[in-house]
C-alpha cells in the first residue's frame, strides 16, 4: 500500500461518523436470510478500526478479522479487545493463509477497490474462495466506476470540522481506471496550533461486469450484484455496488 491509513487511522472514526455501521450489519443479516445462512464462523479483511466488526463480536458470532494498516488496526484492537470471539490480525488481501475455512467472508466500505490490478484482484477473490467452506457466502462492496469517475475523481473537497480541516483532491486516470486521492489533514487540540500530515489513497475502478467475471473464474457461484443496502439491480448513477457470491 502506498502512503494510505496511518496518521489517518486516529480520525478515521470521527470522519466516518455519517456512516451507520449498524445499518450496515442489519444489511449483511438480511443477506444472511434472504439466503438462508447461519455463519458462525466470519472472516472479515480490510476490517479498518472494526466499526462493522464491533457488531459481529457483539452478537457472538466467532469473528476473524484483518488490515494491512497496523494504525488501523490499533484503532480496532481498542474497541474490540473486550471481546473472547474475536481474533484481530494484520494482514495483506493479497497475500494471507489462515489455514482455515469460513463460513463466511466478508469486506465493507471499498476496501477491494483498493487492490489495483486486475491480476491480483483475481488472486485476492481466489484466496477468499480457498478460506471458504462448502456453500459460504462471500459479501462485499465497491465504489462504481460512475462515482469514482464523476462524482470523486477530478474534484477537490474541503471540510472545516473545527479541530479537524481537510483537504481531498482527487485525479481520475480514465487509462488505468485508477483515482488517486491526496489528502492534506490539519489538526488541531486549542484551535489555534495545528499540525498537517498528508496521505495518498488510490482506488480501481471496476465495472460490475468485471466483477462478476473475475468471481466466476475463481471459482465463485452465483454471483450476484445489488445497488448496495437493497435488494434492487444498480443503475447508471449507482454509487456504491454490494456483491454476494457463493462457494
Ligand atoms: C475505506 S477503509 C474501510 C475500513 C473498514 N472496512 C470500514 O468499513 O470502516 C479501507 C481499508 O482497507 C484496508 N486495506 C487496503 N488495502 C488492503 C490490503 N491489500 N489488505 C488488507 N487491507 C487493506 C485499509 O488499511 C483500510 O483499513
Not at 15 to 30: K, V
Not at 72 to 99: E, V
Not at 122 to 139: A, S
Amino acid at each position: 500500500m502506498i502512503n494510505s491509513y496511518n496518521k489517518f487511522a486516529y480520525i478515521y472514526d470521527e470522519l466516518m461518523n455519517d456512516f451507520d455501521y449498524q445499518d450496515w450489519y442489519r444489511y449483511i443479516e438480511e443477506i444472511f436470510i434472504r439466503y438462508k445462512k447461519e455463519p458462525k464462523e466470519i472472516l472479515e479483511m480490510a476490517c479498518g478500526t472494526g466499526n462493522l466488526s464491533y457488531y459481529f463480536a457483539r452478537d457472538g458470532y466467532k469473528l476473524t478479522c484483518f488490515d494491512a494498516s497496523h494504525e488501523m488496526l490499533s484503532m480496532a484492537y481498542k474497541k474490540l479487545n473486550r471481546f473472547k470471539n474475536i481474533k484481530m490480525l494484520n494482514l495483506d488481501m493479497i497475500d494471507f493463509n489462515l489455514n482455515k475455512k469460513f463460513d463466511c467472508v466478508l469486506s465493507i466500505c471499498d476496501s477491494i477497490n483498493y487492490i489495483t490490478d486486475k491480476d491480483d484482484l483475481l488472486i485476492v477473490f481466489k484466496n477468499v474462495w480457498n478460506h471458504m467452506k462448502d456453500d459460504g457466502v462471500f459479501i462485499f462492496d465497491i465504489n462504481s466506476e460512475y462515482k469514482l469517475k464523476n462524482i470523486i475523481g477530478n474534484n477537490t473537497f474541503i471540510e472545516d470540522r473545527g479541530d479537524i480541516y481537510y483537504s481531498w483532491e482527487n485525479y481520475f486516470d480514465e487509462e488505468e481506471n485508477i483515482c488517486d486521492f491526496y489528502l492534506t489533514f490539519f489538526l488541531s487540540e486549542d484551535g489555534i496550533n495545528f499540525i498537517r500530515f498528508d496521505e495518498e489513497h488510490r482506488e480501481r475502478a471496476y465495472s460490475s461486469i468485471e466483477i462478476l467475471e473475475l468471481l466466476r473464474k475463481a471459482g465463485f457461484k452465483g454471483g450476484e450484484c445489488f445497488e448496495c443496502f437493497t435488494f434492487e439491480e444498480p443503475n447508471a448513477r449507482s454509487e456504491r455496488l454490494n456483491f454476494i457470491a457463493f462457494k
